[in-house]
C-alpha cells in the first residue's frame, strides 16, 4: 500500500512538473508570437508611411512590399488583416478624402484635383467621389456640406497604446491667446472622460466628420465640458468643430450646438515627439499643467469655459488650451 502510496506522488508530481513546463512553453510560444506581430504591424506601419509621402504618385504594390520588406503577396496579406481593406482601397479612399479638402478651402478645378489625385479620368474621379461620399465633386465644391471623411489611422497607434513611465519633463511652453465668440458643433458621449473612452462610445470615425468641416482654428478639437454646457446622460469629453457665431450652415444627425463667448486662453504646447510616445508627451504636458500656478501670470483659471485638447501631433508636440480670467475679475 505505500509502494502505491509513493507512486502516485510521484506521478502527481511528473504531472505537475509536465503542466509547468506546457505552461512555459505556451507562455514562449504567446511572446514569439508577439513579437512576430508587432515586426509584422512595423511593416504595414512603414506601407502606410509610404502612400502617405507618395499620394500623389502612382503606387505600385512592388513599392509597398519594398518598404515592408515583405514579398508583395505577403504584404498584401498583411496590409489586409491589419487595415481592414486593401491597399488599392486604402489609397482611393485616401485620396478622395484628400481631394474633397482640395475641393472645399481652395478655387481649384475638378479636373485638376482629379489628375492631381492619381485618377485617370474625371469620369471615374466624379463616379468614385459620388460613391464615397453620396454628392457629386463640382457641387460639393460650390456648398460643401459635411462629409465622412477617411481618417488613415496608423496601425502602429491601433495595437500600441504605450503607458510609459515618465522621463525627465521636457520643456513645455505658454502663451496667451485669444478665442472670439464662437459657436461649436459636437458629437456628445455617454460617459466618456477622456479619449480612449470617448473613441468606444461613439467611434473614431467621426474626426473625418468633423474634419470635412472648415474650421476657424483650422482644425477640430476635443473639449472638457464645464458642467452647465453638459446634458443629463452625456459625457464631460465631447469631440467638435469651431465654426463662426453666425454659422448657418448644416449641422450633422446626432450633433450639438453649443455658443462659447470670446475667451482668453493659455496655450500649453509641448516638444515634437515620436509618434509612438504620444500617452508620454500627453503625460508630460498635463503634468506641467497640475504644477503651473496661473496668479503668477495674473490670472485664475475660468471654470466656466471649456478646457480644449487638439489632436496629438508629433511634429508639433501635443497642446492643450485652459480658458484662464484676469485677477482683476474676480
Known amino acids: 500500500m ?12 511528473a504531472q505537475d512538473k509536465e503542466g509547468q513546463i506546457e505552461a512555459a512553453q505556451d ?16 511593416a504595414v506601419q512603414r506601407m502606410q508611411d509610404y502612400i502617405a509621402g507618395h499620394l500623389d504618385e502612382e503606387i505600385s504594390l512592388g513599392a509597398l512590399a519594398a518598404c515592408s ?7 498584401y496579406r498583411l496590409f489586409v488583416r491589419h487595415v481592414g481593406m486593401t491597399p488599392s482601397d486604402y489609397i482611393r479612399r485616401f485620396r478622395l478624402s484628400r481631394s474633397a479638402l482640395r475641393l472645399r478651402d481652395g478655387k481649384v478645378k475638378v479636373v485638376d484635383v482629379a489628375f492631381e489625385m492619381g485618377f485617370k479620368s474625371v469620369d471615374g474621379y466624379q463616379r468614385a467621389f459620388s460613391r464615397e461620399f453620396g454628392c457629386n465633386p463640382k457641387e460639393y465644391a460650390l456648398n460643401p456640406v459635411p462629409i465622412n471623411l477617411f481618417t488613415p489611422y496608423g496601425v502602429k497607434y491601433r495595437y500600441i497604446r504605450r503607458e510609459k513611465s515618465m522621463e525627465a519633463v521636457k520643456n513645455v511652453f505658454i502663451r496667451e491667446i485669444q478665442k472670439p465668440e464662437r459657436k461649436v458643433l459636437v458629437k456628445r458621449g455617454v460617459k466618456a ?8 462610445e461613439v467611434g ?5 466628420l468633423l474634419t470635412s468641416i472648415r474650421s476657424i482654428s483650422g482644425e477640430p478639437v476635443c473639449l472638457w465640458l464645464p458642467g452647465a454646457y453638459v446634458k443629463p446622460g452625456t459625457s464631460v469629453y465631447v469631440q467638435g468643430v469651431e465654426v463662426a457665431a453666425d454659422y448657418d450652415g448644416v449641422v450633422p444627425e446626432g450633433f450639438d450646438v453649443i455658443t462659447f463667448p470670446a475667451c482668453r486662453y493659455l496655450m500649453f504646447q509641448g516638444e515634437p515627439f515620436a509618434e509612438e510616445d504620444y500617452c508620454e508627451a500627453i ?6 499643467i497640475s ?10 483659471w475660468d471654470r466656466d469655459n471649456p478646457r480644449i485638447q487638439l489632436e496629438p501631433i508629433g511634429t508639433r508636440g501635443y497642446i492643450e488650451l485652459l480658458p484662464v480670467r484676469e485677477l482683476a475679475d474676480g
Open 204 to 208: 473614431c470615425d467621426v474626426w473625418g
Open 193 to 200: 472622460e477622456e479619449y480612449f473612452t470617448y473613441c468606444e
Open 2 to 13: 505505500e509502494q502505491i502510496k509513493g507512486n502516485a506522488g510521484q506521478i502527481e508530481a
Open 283 to 288: 503625460g508630460q504636458v498635463q503634468a506641467a
Open 291 to 300: 504644477r503651473y500656478e496661473p496668479s503668477a501670470a495674473g490670472y485664475r
Open 27 to 42: 507562455k514562449a510560444g504567446q511572446d514569439a508570437s508577439t513579437q512576430v506581430d508587432a515586426v509584422q504591424i512595423e
Open 69 to 75: 520588406l515583405y514579398s508583395p503577396w505577403y504584404s
